[in-house]
């Protein structure tokens, strides 16, 4: 079961696998646990009251069929909805986030299939948010940070692996230069193991912060 989600801090970091069906109430967060959550079952949940008017966070973090159609239907059946985390929802592409009308903050570390496009979009629509939404993609990272590096499909049967790097520098809008530190597991398949590695894509990075945190459970707050 999650603790309440008293930061956002300690709320972005839960990143949770998708379990329902039991239902509890605990310091002004709901918890979902039991059988695993599938998409059928997430459709049937989101016309029940509990994603409705109420909701203020939610995590979906790490549900690996999560689409850009679930998370419009989220935004839809929980108006008030100010923070959303989806983390490593892989089937991701180009969720439209900004038919949430009260959203303040998206994450959306490595969700590595979202189209360039998305983000692009994305940063062209800012300055019209005045500050009031947040978008972590959107945020640069910094110079000598300790990321990850996905590796995509079709490396020797190791698609969706992440590897430990370094940012070297950021060369343009969603770009940069990294340092792929030295690997033996996957080294086959990265092909640049120890080794720098130009124009990688912001998709396909993501912070370590959030890679070994992850919990059982859907998480809630509500208003």
């Not at 109430?25 to 709901?30: A, D, G, I, R």
């Not at 159609?69 to 929980?78: A, I, P, T």
């Not at 998206?106 to 009031?132: I, Q, S």
Request: glycine content about 6%; aromatic content about 10%; hydrophobic content about 40%.
């Amino acid at each position: 079961m999650f603790a309440a989600m008293d930061s956002l801090s300690n709320w972005e970091r839960a990143a949770p696998e998708p379990y329902s069906l039991s239902i509890n109430f605990c310091n002004q967060s709901l918890t979902i646990n039991g059988s695993p959550l599938s998409s059928a079952t997430f459709e049937m949940y989101a016309n029940n009251t509990f994603f409705g008017n109420f909701v203020k966070e939610l995590n979906l973090s790490w549900i690996d069929w999560l689409e850009d159609g679930h998370v419009k239907m989220v935004l839809e059946f929980c108006p008030h909805l100010t923070k959303i985390c989806l983390i490593s929802c892989v089937c991701l592409k180009n969720p439209d986030i900004l038919c949430g009308q009260n959203l303040r903050h998206v994450l959306l570390d490595g969700c590595w299939n979202l189209e360039t496009a998305f983000l692009t979009d994305l940063e062209a629509k800012a300055p019209n948010w005045n500050g009031l939404l947040n978008v972590d993609l959107l945020e640069d990272m910094q110079q000598t940070e300790l990321v990850q590096v996905v590796i995509l499909p079709g490396a020797h049967g190791h698609g969706g692996s992440w590897v430990d790097a370094r940012i070297l520098e950021k060369i343009g809008p969603f770009k940069y230069h990294i340092f792929v530190l030295e690997t033996e597991q996957f080294n086959n398949a990265v092909g640049f193991s120890g080794q720098i590695a130009v124009n990688i894509s912001r998709q396909h990075l993501r912070k370590t912060c959030f890679c070994n945190s992850r919990k059982n459970g859907l998480n809630f707050a509500y208003m």
